[in-house]
């Protein structure tokens, strides 16, 4: 047997072969990998670039990660300063104009910590959004025993299945999708392990208009994996394809690679034709003048907006460890819950 068939398959294993040429079976590559990453630190190195703003007393730093989206917030503690309305509003109004906000050094926050944080925001989901749609399959997802709501996101040498390295949103295939994910990084790998994030208003923005004027007529069915089936049914919900953002008023491309399963137009589609279209419309996705990447390190939170936003892990960090924690939030108001399409692309007056 060819011993490269012992790598884990997908990205992971292709980034491990890349690396490492006298490949003698997994556990070789494994501390070979290891051994060259071993004398990495962790530091940083100015200058920086960033913003700086006071609220409610507070210096905080604003750093932009790319121009399109993505900003770190330096300077507050969101054990202690989410106690402040004025504080919350800031950040709320922030993560809508850039659809990814990110933080460091909050390693301190307990996991009850992460939920309060969460509900200053909406209702805390389940680990697919709302509570009708958490799949049954035995021991998936796994969860920490307190706090059933946080999904656990664990990789190494072993486990290297859970690493979303498809760009998507979460659980589109739910009728009501969550409207943002928070990821709390408790364990990094010295390098690689990145999540990135593509701005789904760009993309829209960067459509041909005639491929708008179609996408407006189109609804996209969207189907889960085998994983979350419920009652042995794999969950199922169609959505438009031109959304609104039910705050911004803006319009965002609402499709994504790995649970859209098929177009439906005024007319019929064959699935050679439903599959051109969505290439079609998907054609920008993940370049990087629509992209940030995040860098993760012990302590790191990214907030995103999963009506703004498609996210994707980078699968490139085997045999390192890399333990996130997820908690979903749902919006407060029900009616903003299910995506629609209200027939105009401006910003909300
Ligand atoms: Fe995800």
């Keep these: 047997m060819n011993k490269q068939e012992h790598l884990p398959r997908g990205p992971m294993g292709a980034v491990a072969a890349s690396r490492v040429a006298d490949r003698r079976g997994r556990k070789t590559v494994a501390e070979s990998i290891l051994d060259q990453d071993a004398n990495l ?10 913003q700086p703003i006071t609220v409610c007393g507070i210096d905080i730093k604003l750093e932009p990660v790319a121009p399109a989206l993505g900003t770190i917030v330096h300077g507050l503690d969101l054990q202690t300063d989410i106690e402040n309305p004025e504080i919350i509003t800031f950040l709320r109004q922030l993560w809508l104009d850039r659809r990814v906000i990110m933080f460091r050094d909050q390693a301190h926050l307990t996991r009850l910590d992460q939920v309060r944080f969460a509900e200053c925001f909406g209702e805390l989901g389940s680990h697919h959004g709302e509570r009708d749609h958490v799949p049954l399959v035995p021991d998936w997802p796994p969860t920490p025993e307190e706090h059933e709501d ?3 996101i664990i990789s190494d040498e072993k486990n290297v299945q859970t690493v979303a390295s498809q760009w998507h949103s979460d659980a589109t295939w739910s009728t009501r999708p969550p409207m943002g994910s928070i990821l709390l990084c408790r364990e990094a790998p010295p390098v690689g392990g990145d999540t990135n994030f593509c701005d789904c208003h760009g993309l829209w923005e960067g459509l041909p208009d005639e491929l708008k ?52 137009g005024e007319r019929k589609f064959g699935d050679t ?31 995103w907006d999963n009506r703004a936003v498609q996210h994707c892990a980078t699968g490139d960090f085997w045999p390192h ?5 997820r ?15 209200s027939g105009q692309d401006g910003l909300t007056a």
């Excluded at 460890?321 to 924690?325: S, W, Y």
């Design 327 to 341: 908690v979903t939030i749902l919006d407060y108001e029900q009616d903003r819950r299910t995506p629609y399409y």
């Design 273 to 303: 034709e439903s599959r051109q279209i969505l290439g079609k419309l998907l054609e920008r996705l993940g370049r990087p003048e629509v992209t940030c990447r995040f860098r993760w390190a012990p302590g790191s939170i990214a907030m």
């Design 150 to 152: 946080i999904l656990l």
């Design 213 to 264: 004027e179609l996408a407006r007529t189109l609804k996209a069915k969207h189907r889960g994996h085998p994983h979350h089936a419920m009652d042995h049914t794999l969950p199922e919900a169609v959505h438009p394809v031109a959304r609104t953002h039910p705050e911004t008023g803006r319009t965002t491309l609402f499709v994504n690679p790995i649970f859209v399963n098929g177009l439906m």
């Design 41 to 50: 630190v962790r530091g940083s190195f100015e200058p920086a670039v960033y």
């Design 321 to 325: 460890q890399r333990l996130m924690e």
